[in-house]
């Protein structure tokens, strides 16, 4: 049987003006317990080194410059790369990343990839950016549009000693594109991380179904892919904002392996059987065999 272990490190809140080394000291601890609880891969939340700022208005260029990484890693993050190499585990983690081309700058919702050496394997950039560009009356703020631009890395997938990972952040867990392109990609493992608000102002109807809402499309999106799916949420009360939890690990069946109670840092193990995989292929979704694309070209169109 081909196993990995796999780790959710769900992290309690970050609050504004959090040094990067007291984060990144919270992030190691949490490698450590992945590590010792036999995990060989662990995922971390979305935009993971700060509070979640797209919640707020930031005029100020320098207080807003001060949220993203200017490069990964650096100084700052680097010692959770020399742990992972100490401990023998990799990690994808969510930051804002800062690109500056001459006078330019260029800035994503990015996920970094690192494998058990400690070495930075690739990055994903988020495409499904959700909010706006300015507040809207009547809406949680959330201004996602106005901070990062739409991926343009696509749905990559990485090579992990032998195991095929994909990344996704946040709203993309919600489309069933995502999971689909990562799958015809050849992942076998998705990794996501997600800042997700409790209360919408927009939709209070919807208020009691948001960790319904979580689940669902990653439990559809692992089944209808066979994928197994690992989620890391940052959650609790951040800067004055409920962020749900419900980090899990998800098998290709849909089944839920392992699942986050609490609304603070911890960690979640499950040792994820590789073979599972190809069962669940058998029974339903050989998709050689039976796959439409000739039927689906809609789906691809604006
Ligand atoms: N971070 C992130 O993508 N959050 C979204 C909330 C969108 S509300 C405009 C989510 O889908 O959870």
């Given at each position: 049987?081909?196993?990995?272990?796999?780790?959710?490190?769900?992290?309690?809140?970050?609050?504004?003006?959090?040094?990067?080394?007291?984060?990144?000291?919270?992030?190691?601890?949490?490698?450590e317990r992945a590590a010792a609880g036999g995990a060989a891969l662990a995922v971390f939340?979305?935009?993971?080194?700060?509070?979640?700022?797209?919640?707020?208005?930031?005029?100020?260029?320098?207080?807003?410059?001060?949220?993203?990484?200017?490069?990964?890693?650096?100084?700052?993050?680097?010692?959770?790369?020399?742990?992972?190499?100490?401990?023998?585990?990799?990690?994808?983690?969510?930051?804002?990343?800062?690109?500056?081309?001459?006078?330019?700058?260029?800035?994503?919702?990015?996920?970094?990839?690192?494998?058990?050496?400690?070495?930075?394997?690739?990055?994903?950039?988020?495409?499904?950016?959700?909010?706006?560009?300015?507040?809207?009356?009547?809406?949680?703020?959330?201004?996602?549009?106005?901070?990062?631009?739409?991926?343009?890395?696509?749905?990559?997938?990485?090579?992990?000693?032998?195991?095929?990972?994909?990344?996704?952040?946040?709203?993309?867990?919600?489309?069933?594109?995502?999971?689909?392109?990562?799958?015809?990609?050849?992942?076998?493992?998705?990794?996501?991380?997600?800042?997700?608000?409790?209360?919408?102002?927009?939709?209070?109807?919807?208020?009691?179904?948001?960790?319904?809402?979580?689940?669902?499309?990653?439990?559809?999106?692992?089944?209808?892919?066979?994928?197994?799916?690992?989620?890391?949420?940052?959650?609790?009360?951040?800067?004055?904002?409920?962020?749900?939890?419900?980090?899990?690990?998800?098998?290709?069946?849909?089944?839920?392996?392992?699942?986050?109670?609490?609304?603070?840092?911890?960690?979640?193990?499950?040792?994820?059987?590789?073979?599972?995989?190809?069962?669940?292929?058998?029974?339903?979704?050989?998709?050689?065999?039976?796959?439409?694309?000739?039927?689906?070209?809609?789906?691809?169109?604006?």
């Amino acid at each position: 049987t081909r196993r990995i272990g796999l780790a959710a490190c769900q992290m309690g809140p970050v609050q504004s003006g959090t040094s990067r080394a007291e984060v990144v000291g919270r992030l190691i601890a949490m490698l450590e317990r992945a590590a010792a609880g036999g995990a060989a891969l662990a995922v971390f939340p979305e935009l993971a080194f700060s509070t979640f700022f797209p919640r707020s208005e930031i005029a100020d260029e320098t207080l807003l410059d001060s949220f993203y990484e200017d490069g990964f890693p650096n100084v700052e993050t680097a010692p959770l790369l020399y742990a992972a190499r100490r401990l023998n585990i990799g990690f994808a983690i969510g930051f804002a990343e800062l690109i500056r081309d001459g006078g330019e700058a260029r800035r994503f919702n990015s996920m970094a990839l690192v494998d058990r050496s400690g070495t930075l394997r690739g990055l994903y950039r988020k495409i499904h950016v959700p909010g706006s560009e300015a507040p809207e009356p009547g809406v949680t703020v959330h201004l996602e549009r106005r901070y990062f631009a739409p991926g343009d890395l696509g749905f990559p997938v990485f090579d992990l000693d032998g195991v095929r990972v994909g990344l996704a952040l946040c709203n993309d867990r919600r489309w069933p594109e995502t999971y689909r392109m990562l799958c015809l990609n050849g992942a076998e493992v998705v990794l996501i991380g997600y800042n997700t608000p409790l209360y919408l102002d927009e939709a209070p109807a919807l208020a009691h179904l948001r960790m319904f809402h979580n689940h669902l499309p990653m439990q559809a999106g692992a089944y209808q892919n066979t994928l197994w799916v690992a989620a890391a949420a940052k959650a609790g009360l951040e800067d004055g904002q409920a962020l749900i939890g419900g980090s899990c690990i998800i098998a290709p069946s849909g089944e839920m392996a392992a699942l986050a109670i609490s609304l603070q840092d911890e960690v979640i193990v499950h040792c994820a059987d590789l073979d599972l995989i190809a069962a669940c292929r058998r029974v339903n979704f050989d998709f050689a065999r039976y796959r439409r694309p000739d039927q689906y070209r809609r789906i691809a169109e604006a």
